[in-house]
């Protein structure tokens, strides 16, 4: 399986590379996608008619061609995240796709030592089976 990799950030909804501890990585992507109404053109974030920027904060993605208007999380539940890993158990490296749908994990914070919840996309290690989780960069 060949990941399809993104020309340019434009072209992704979401994209991280980053390290995960333990000589582990992950390297996520999600592309844009074609409006499933026309087809035509790739869903982004609506554009602000006056200065023609995308509206970074909208909570919905618009398709420019027909206009079709989709709720954020709806529309991003039905992309797939591309991933490449070295995973921080076994150091397996591999490649993996999943639906970009996150859920609530139980994660320690290093800072407090406190278990909190946050919300992380998971995929399991090809090899050892183990979840690994891509969480919300913590801020
Ligand atoms: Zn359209
Ligand atoms: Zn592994």
Known sequence: MELKQPNSMGECVYYTDRDVGNGGSVRAWV????????????MGKPRNPKTGKPK????EYQCPECGYTVPKQEYE????????YTCPHCKHQDQTTTPFKRKKVQRLNEETQKKQSIDAITFTCSKCNQELFITKKMK
């Open 77 to 84: 539940e039905t992309l797939t995240v591309n991933i490449q």
């Open 56 to 59: 970074l904060r909208s909570e």
């Open 31 to 42: 592309l844009k996608e074609n409006c499933p109404k026309c087809g035509k053109a790739l």
